[in-house]
Each structure stands twice: as structure tokens, then as C-alpha cells.
């Protein structure tokens, strides 16, 4: 009994409560701040594609790895039960409708939090805690701007290329699947995944990943741009980054779903 | 004829919760002179600098540059005061991701409408007055302490500021290389005929640099005259700031 109250101490989860929600309330003021800032001039687009190009070649390992082990583990862990009902002929159609629509942005996603938001938190906090931003801000630079604007913008707009690409690599691990347990013919497959595939299947898909993006770039820069409490707090912002950012991506995932059954029924 | 300020501090009032930091601090800087700023750790130098150029904004009081207001501006306002002032921070603050050559090039490219060729001109005469003209490609990580002073100098001083503001530019360095240090910002000085206000512990630097200084202790001034008073004065509490100091200069002497 004393252990539980231990455990359950109101004190302590009215202060984590309070925290969560003045965290959520940073990050939106910091969110809308980047839409009043995005369009302003001047446009760093050399900034937004250095970042793009580190983000992109930071991930690419990892997703290349990660999307093609999905696709080869969930055709090898459906193909008995497909065939317990006799529906084995279903298992093209059925990993790639998978992967395109909820495996491939989310896990791609979460890969992408993982990797990058502590990357942003980790690098904008040590720039905040050696005054190299106070010192953006004295040289009349808006540091929003040049700092958390392009890094926003690149992590929303390489997620998608991203996914595609994971996706792609999903459906060929699939068909290596395949081949090995059922001998299929790789006309038959291709014939099979793109009959059952269609836009509306992939781009809500797609889509979803945008707002994934701008997630992973919005923690981890606001983590990191509002860090203190020196090399402590670049820690903290570092892997309260990731955290943060996984959660927000898996409720936002969520609440996507939901709104697009509701806008396309037929989905 | 009204004396030219550059500076010029009222009243000013700074706390952090209960703890008071600046209490009724007034100062006056005029053109082309160099005040320094003492006082313990936490006495609020820096807090003081930072209200200057807007990032803390101070409870009461006003800051005049160049006898405009520079609270309750808006921020393109203060931004067009902030490029006539120039910052050294105590950890020189230098862009990690740049090389040097980026780090001179940021405000240039930001602020100003130079071609690239009067920027890579203007990069070479302010690492020729710094003496590191190797340094033009390096990152800030392959440089040394006193190096990245330097460095940080020579971005202070690239957009030709009217006033510089030192945050403890020698703490850190070895006596040999704050003496260089001391000795730049004076000859810097001269060379732009830039107004500076310094805040430091070290009184060698305060010496070389200064041509009148002011004590701060528990938020408001405790002294306010010329460098030679003040390590000959009676106050206690001065006698007792300086005692180390003032015989460690007296040894470098």
C-alpha cells in the first residue's frame, strides 16, 4: 500500500500535468510564430536545402534498412495466416495497402523523430546556451528566421521523399518475400500491388507525412531554442525532442486517420 | 555646446524574481570614450550590457543611444540601433557550423548591401587587424581560446559599430594573451574611433583599456571616476575588491 502511494504521488503528477501543457502551449506560439515568419523576406533557401540534404543523407541509411525489413516481415508474419483462410493470393494487395497508407509514413516518421529532432534539440540548444543566437539576435539577424524557420521547412519537406522511398523499398522486400515462400512471378506481383493500389491510397498517406515533418522540425527546434541550464538542459532538450515528437506524431496520426475516413468514406 | 553621448543609462531597475541585480544604475558614455565596468560575479555587468542592446528588458529606468530610446521601440526599430552596436561575448559566441570566413561574412550578407568582393575585402583587412589572416577557413573548433577572441573581435568590429560592448573579454585567457587582448581593443579603439564599454574582472585589462570606470556591488554603483582613484581609494569594500588584483598587476608591472 505504501509503495503505491509512493507511486501515485498527486503532487508530482499535477506538476508533470502542468508541464505537459505548458509545454504544448510553447510549442503552438512557436508553431505560429513560424507561419508569421515564413513568408517574410528574406528567404534562406540555401539554409533550407544544406538542411535538407544533411537530413536527408543523415536518414537515409537507417530507412533504407528499416523499410525494407518491413516489408519482408510483415509479408513473412501474414503469409500462414493469409493462408489459414486460404486468402494467400491477398498478401501483395494486403502488405502494400498496409505499408502505403499506415506503416511506411508512421515508422519512417518515427525513424525521422528519432533521428533528427534530437539532432535539431541537441544543436540549437548548445547554440542557445554559447550565445551564439543571442549574438544572431545583437547583430539585428531574426534567429527564428535564419535558425528555426529553414529547419521546419526542410524536415516537412524531405519526410514525404522520405516516405515514398521507404514505401517503394517496402513493397520490393515484400516481393523478395514472396518469391521465397510462394514462388510468385514478379509480373504477377507488380500486377497485383497496382490493382489493388490507388491514389487515394497513397496520397492521404503522403500527406500525413507533411504534418509529421513539421512536427519533428517544430519540437526539436523549439526544445533546443528555448533550452538552459547549460550542457544539462542540451541533454534534456535532446531526448525530450524525440519523446515529445513520437507522441504528437502517433496522436496527430490519429486524429489524420479519423478526419480522412470522415472527408472519403470509401477510404 | 551640449556634450555627444553615445550612451546614456537612467535609473535603470533589473530583478529576477526577488533578487534584485540593477538598482538605479545611471551611467554616461560620450563619444570615443572607454568605461569600464566592475563589480563580484552576479552583481548584474552583464545583465546591464544585455539591456542595452534589448535582450533583457529592465523593470523602470530608460537607455538612450545616440540620444534615441532604445526600450519601448518596435523591433525594426531596435534592430537599426543594434547594427551600430557591436557585442564580444565572454564566450566569443562564434557560429560552430561556419567557418571564420562565414562567421565575418553573416551580418555583412544580412545587413549590408556589399558585393562579394568589398565583403572578402573587408574579411581580410579586419583578420589583418587581428592578426590571423591564416584563419580565414578555419572552424571555430580548431582554434585556440585567445584565437576565437579575436575572431569574435573581428566580427564585432567588421559592420564598423559606433559603440562596442565588451562582456568580459579576457576571462579565460592566459595573462600573456588578455594583456594582447587589452591592448587590441585600445588600438581598435584608435584605429575606428569606437566608443566601449567593457565589463571585467581583470584589472590589467581595465588599466590598459579604461579611461574611467565604474564598481557596481549589490546592483548600484559604489564608484564612479578614473582608474588611478580607484586603486588608491579608502572604501573598504574597494580595498578589498581589488587587493588581488591590484597586487597582481603591480607584479605584472
Given at each position: 500500500?505504501?509503495?503505491?502511494?509512493?507511486?501515485?504521488?498527486?503532487?508530482?503528477?499535477?506538476?508533470?500535468?502542468?508541464?505537459?501543457?505548458?509545454?504544448?502551449?510553447?510549442?503552438?506560439?512557436?508553431?505560429?510564430?513560424?507561419?508569421?515568419?515564413?513568408?517574410?523576406?528574406p528567404?534562406?533557401?540555401?539554409?533550407?536545402?544544406?538542411?535538407?540534404?544533411?537530413?536527408?543523407?543523415?536518414?537515409?541509411?537507417?530507412?533504407?534498412?528499416?523499410?525494407?525489413?518491413?516489408?519482408?516481415?510483415?509479408?513473412?508474419?501474414?503469409?500462414?495466416?493469409?493462408?489459414?483462410?486460404?486468402?494467400?493470393?491477398?498478401?501483395?494487395?494486403?502488405?502494400?495497402?498496409?505499408?502505403?497508407?499506415?506503416?511506411?509514413?508512421?515508422?519512417?516518421?518515427?525513424?525521422?523523430?528519432?533521428?533528427?529532432?534530437?539532432?535539431?534539440?541537441?544543436?540549437?540548444?548548445?547554440?542557445?546556451?554559447?550565445?551564439?543566437?543571442?549574438?544572431?539576435?545583437?547583430s539585428?539577424?531574426?534567429?527564428?528566421?535564419?535558425?528555426?524557420?529553414?529547419?521546419?521547412?526542410?524536415?516537412?519537406?524531405?519526410?514525404?521523399i522520405?516516405t515514398?522511398?521507404?514505401?517503394f523499398?517496402?513493397?520490393?522486400?515484400?516481393?523478395?518475400?514472396?518469391?521465397?515462400?510462394?514462388?510468385?512471378?514478379?509480373?504477377?506481383?507488380?500486377?497485383?500491388?497496382?490493382?489493388?493500389?490507388?491514389?487515394?491510397?497513397?496520397?492521404?498517406?503522403?500527406?500525413?507525412?507533411?504534418?509529421?515533418?513539421?512536427?519533428?522540425?517544430?519540437?526539436?527546434?523549439?526544445?533546443?531554442?528555448?533550452?538552459?541550464?547549460g550542457?544539462?538542459?542540451?541533454?534534456?532538450?535532446?531526448?525530450?525532442?524525440?519523446?515529445?515528437?513520437?507522441?504528437?506524431?502517433?496522436?496527430?496520426?490519429?486524429?489524420?486517420?479519423?478526419?480522412?475516413?470522415?472527408?472519403?468514406?470509401?477510404? | 555646446?551640449?556634450?555627444?553621448?553615445?550612451?546614456?543609462?537612467?535609473?535603470?531597475?533589473?530583478?529576477?524574481?526577488?533578487?534584485?541585480?540593477?538598482?538605479d544604475v545611471?551611467?554616461?558614455?560620450?563619444?570615443?570614450?572607454?568605461?569600464?565596468?566592475f563589480?563580484?560575479?552576479?552583481?548584474g555587468?552583464?545583465?546591464?550590457?544585455?539591456?542595452?542592446?534589448?535582450?533583457?528588458?529592465?523593470?523602470?529606468?530608460?537607455?538612450?543611444?545616440?540620444?534615441?530610446?532604445?526600450?519601448?521601440?518596435?523591433?525594426?526599430?531596435?534592430?537599426?540601433?543594434?547594427?551600430?552596436?557591436?557585442?564580444?561575448?565572454q564566450?566569443?559566441?562564434?557560429?560552430?557550423?561556419?567557418?571564420?570566413?562565414?562567421?565575418?561574412?553573416?551580418?555583412?550578407?544580412?545587413?549590408f548591401?556589399?558585393?562579394?568582393?568589398?565583403?572578402?575585402?573587408?574579411?581580410?583587412?579586419?583578420?589583418?587587424?587581428?592578426?590571423?589572416?591564416?584563419?580565414?577557413?578555419?572552424?571555430?573548433?580548431?582554434?585556440?581560446?585567445?584565437?576565437?577572441?579575436?575572431?569574435?573581435?573581428?566580427?564585432?568590429?567588421?559592420?564598423e559599430?559606433?559603440?562596442?560592448?565588451?562582456?568580459?573579454?579576457?576571462?579565460?585567457?592566459?595573462?600573456?594573451?588578455?594583456?594582447?587582448?587589452?591592448?587590441?581593443?585600445?588600438?581598435?579603439?584608435?584605429?575606428l574611433?569606437?566608443?566601449?564599454?567593457?565589463?571585467?574582472?581583470?584589472?590589467?585589462?581595465?588599466?590598459?583599456?579604461?579611461?574611467?570606470?565604474?564598481?557596481?556591488?549589490?546592483?548600484?554603483?559604489?564608484?564612479?571616476?578614473?582608474?588611478k582613484?580607484?586603486?588608491?581609494?579608502?572604501?573598504?569594500?574597494?580595498?578589498?575588491?581589488?587587493?588581488?588584483?591590484i597586487?597582481?598587476?603591480?607584479?605584472?608591472?
Amino acid at each position: 500500500m505504501e509503495i503505491i502511494k509512493q507511486k501515485y504521488n498527486p503532487v508530482a503528477f499535477s506538476k508533470a500535468l502542468t508541464q505537459f501543457f505548458e509545454t504544448m502551449a510553447g510549442l503552438s506560439l512557436f508553431s505560429i510564430k513560424f507561419f508569421q515568419n515564413v513568408f517574410v523576406p528574406p528567404y534562406e533557401f540555401g539554409e533550407v536545402k544544406k538542411h535538407m540534404d544533411e537530413l536527408g543523407v543523415k536518414t537515409m541509411p537507417i530507412v533504407t534498412v528499416t523499410g525494407f525489413i518491413i516489408g519482408l516481415v510483415l509479408t513473412m508474419q501474414s503469409q500462414p495466416v493469409l493462408a489459414r483462410f486460404g486468402a494467400e493470393s491477398f498478401l501483395p494487395s494486403m502488405v502494400s495497402l498496409s505499408v502505403v497508407r499506415e506503416l511506411g509514413p508512421v515508422i519512417t516518421a518515427l525513424i525521422f523523430a528519432g533521428r533528427v529532432s534530437s539532432g535539431i534539440g541537441a544543436e540549437l540548444g548548445s547554440m542557445r546556451v554559447t550565445e551564439q543566437i543571442d549574438a544572431m539576435e545583437v547583430s539585428a539577424i531574426n534567429p527564428y528566421r535564419f535558425l528555426v524557420v529553414t529547419r521546419i521547412l526542410a524536415c516537412t519537406l524531405i519526410l514525404p521523399i522520405l516516405t515514398l522511398y521507404v514505401d517503394f523499398l517496402s513493397v520490393v522486400g515484400a516481393f523478395l518475400a514472396i518469391v521465397l515462400s510462394m514462388g510468385m512471378n514478379f509480373d504477377l506481383y507488380v500486377n497485383e500491388v497496382f490493382s489493388s493500389l490507388q491514389f487515394s491510397d497513397i496520397i492521404p498517406g503522403i500527406a500525413k507525412t507533411f504534418f509529421f515533418g513539421f512536427i519533428v522540425g517544430a519540437v526539436g527546434s523549439y526544445k533546443g531554442y528555448t533550452a538552459s541550464n547549460g550542457t544539462v538542459g542540451v541533454g534534456k532538450a535532446s531526448t525530450s525532442s524525440v519523446v515529445t515528437a513520437s507522441l504528437l506524431i502517433l496522436l496527430v496520426d490519429m486524429v489524420l486517420v479519423k478526419v480522412t475516413v470522415w472527408l472519403w468514406p470509401s477510404y | 555646446m551640449a556634450e555627444l553621448l553615445t550612451l546614456e543609462v537612467k535609473n535603470l531597475k533589473k530583478s529576477f524574481e526577488d533578487l534584485i541585480v540593477l538598482d538605479d544604475v545611471s551611467l554616461k558614455l560620450k563619444e570615443g570614450e572607454n568605461l569600464v565596468v566592475f563589480g563580484k560575479s552576479g552583481s548584474g555587468k552583464s545583465v546591464l550590457l544585455k539591456c542595452i542592446v534589448g535582450l533583457m528588458y529592465p523593470e523602470s529606468g530608460k537607455i538612450f543611444f545616440e540620444g534615441k530610446s532604445v526600450l519601448d521601440i518596435s523591433l525594426d526599430e531596435l534592430n537599426e540601433i543594434r547594427k551600430q552596436i557591436g557585442f564580444l561575448f565572454q564566450g566569443s559566441a562564434l557560429y560552430d557550423s561556419m567557418t571564420v570566413r562565414e562567421n565575418l561574412e553573416f551580418p555583412l550578407i544580412r545587413n549590408f548591401k556589399f558585393s562579394s568582393k568589398e565583403r572578402e575585402e573587408k574579411v581580410k583587412s579586419v583578420l589583418e587587424k587581428v592578426s590571423l589572416e591564416d584563419a580565414m577557413d578555419k572552424m571555430p573548433a580548431e582554434l585556440s581560446g585567445g584565437m576565437k577572441k579575436r575572431i569574435a573581435l573581428a566580427r564585432t568590429i567588421i559592420t564598423e559599430p559606433k559603440l562596442i560592448l565588451y562582456d568580459e573579454p579576457t576571462t579565460g585567457l592566459d595573462p600573456i594573451t588578455a594583456k594582447e587582448i587589452s591592448q587590441l581593443i585600445v588600438d581598435l579603439q584608435e584605429d575606428l574611433n569606437v566608443t566601449s564599454l567593457v565589463v571585467t574582472h581583470d584589472l590589467i585589462c581595465a588599466q590598459i583599456v579604461a579611461d574611467h570606470a565604474i564598481v557596481l556591488k549589490d546592483g548600484k554603483i559604489r564608484y564612479e571616476g578614473d582608474m588611478k582613484q580607484l586603486t588608491t581609494t579608502d572604501d573598504v569594500f574597494l580595498k578589498n575588491f581589488f587587493s588581488n588584483e591590484i597586487l597582481e598587476a603591480e607584479r605584472e608591472n
